[in-house]
T-cell receptor
Framework: SQQGEEDPQALSIQEGENATMNCSYK?????LQWYRQNSGRGLVHLIL?????REKHSGRLRVTLDTSKKSSSLLITASRAADTASYFCAGLHNYGQNFVFGPGTRLSVLP | NAGVTQTPKFQVLKTGQSMTLQCAQDMNHEYMSWYRQDPGMGLRLIHYSVGAGITDQGEVPNGYNVSRSTTEDFPLRLLSAAPSQTSVYFC?????????????FGEGSRLTVL
């Protein structure tokens, strides 16, 4: 399977702290994306990073990509209770037409 | 904007029954797909389509059929429901331009097979 893996599976932090989630994948990618899923809802796209990029920022989000290690990380700074959700990485693999999702990280931000 | 619309949101079936999950998008996206989400397993691709008249199998296609007669619609058919098909199903679409491919998801359809 080409499926990636997020780490940790679950993360609980206090409001205002930073949250870091990691993603590893098995085959070369064209781009890697992060999605958020609130409980009972569909997934929402957060950020995309291409294989020739190493870091990308969007608001309180910072994503890094290390293609040599086949890994990516998502950092959420100054977390809020509203950030409580599951976060998934998804890779679009070279020559592939489909995204491969990891099992996700459940983030709980406590007020 | 409606985006990606899935119906029904909830459905209970008995083993052996058939049904169709509907998916429609109003963004003129070429690519559409169906995923199932099970606890601890992330999203697994069932079927996908890169344009009207073109469909292909994903990772877990057994027990499901799809068709793509229009750009907007991509229904998923369960031919003879089994308890193993109890899951949450998501339809997603993408514009499919080179090096982008952001997926837009529907709100999901929760299916229980008794």
């Amino acid at each position: 399977s080409q499926q990636g893996e997020e780490d940790p599976q679950a993360l609980s932090i206090q409001e205002g702290e930073n949250a870091t989630m990691n993603c590893s994948y098995k085959t070369s990618i064209n781009n890697l994306q992060w999605y958020r899923q609130n409980s009972g809802r569909g997934l929402v796209h957060l950020i995309l990073i291409r294989s020739n990029e190493r870091e990308k920022h969007s608001g309180r989000l910072r994503v890094t990509l290390d293609t040599s290690k086949k890994s990516s990380s998502l950092l959420i700074t100054a977390s809020r209770a509203a950030d409580t959700a599951s976060y998934f990485c998804a890779g679009l693999h070279n020559y592939g037409q489909n995204f491969v999702f990891g099992p996700g990280t459940r983030l709980s931000v406590l007020p | 904007n409606a985006g990606v619309t899935q119906t029904p949101k909830f459905q209970v079936l008995k083993t052996g029954q058939s049904m169709t999950l509907q998916c429609a998008q109003d963004m003129n996206h070429e690519y559409m797909s169906w995923y199932r989400q099970d606890p601890g397993m992330g999203l697994r691709l069932i079927h996908y389509s890169v344009g009207a008249g073109i469909t292909d199998q994903g990772e877990v296609p057994n027990g499901y059929n799809v068709s793509r007669s229009t750009t907007e619609d991509f229904p998923l058919r369960l031919l003879s429901a089994a308890p193993s098909q109890t899951s949450v199903y998501f339809c997603a679409s993408s514009l499919r331009q080179a090096n982008t491919g952001e997926l837009f998801f529907g709100e999901g359809s929760r299916l229980t097979v008794l």
